[in-house]
Nanobody
Framework: QGQLVESGGGSVQAGGSLRLSCAVS????????MAWFRQAPGKEREGVAF???????TYADSVKGRFTISKDNAKNTLHLQMDSLKPEDTAMYYC??????????????????WGQGTQVTVSS
């Protein structure tokens, strides 16, 4: 029902930027609910940003104004632009999809397809 492959993670200093990408195969981002989650060591997985088929977006309070989620329908790719990064943004970031729904719910159980994750490390 689709595969997701993340890229773009890395190590940056606080205040820096990173752009994550999620390439989708065997399905389409255009009519789906897509999201980015993250999980830091010892913490639960949390939803970071969500985008539905109408490009309506939802963000966690902790990243509002700093992160931007977007879709490239032509390239079937999801992106997460992360600016003004903070050490507390350090985590493994996962792309997630619900290819059967056009609207999003902000809980991890709503998403049936996950990528393998990409590590983001922000140093102070």
């Amino acid at each position: 029902q689709g595969q997701l492959v993340e890229s773009g993670g890395g190590s940056v200093q606080a205040g820096g930027s990173l752009r994550l990408s999620c390439a989708v195969s065997e399905s389409t981002v255009r009519w789906s609910c897509m999201a980015w989650f993250r999980q830091a060591p010892g913490k639960e997985r949390e939803g970071v940003a969500f985008i539905d088929s109408d490009d309506m977006t939802t963000y966690a309070d902790s990243v509002k104004g700093r992160f931007t989620i977007s879709k490239d329908n032509a390239k079937n790719t999801l992106h997460l632009q992360m600016d003004s990064l903070k050490p507390e943004d350090t985590a493994m970031y996962y792309c997630a999809a619900n290819f059967f729904r056009t609207r999003c719910a902000t809980i991890s159980g709503y998403f049936g397809v996950w990528g393998q994750g990409t590590q983001v490390t922000v140093s102070s």
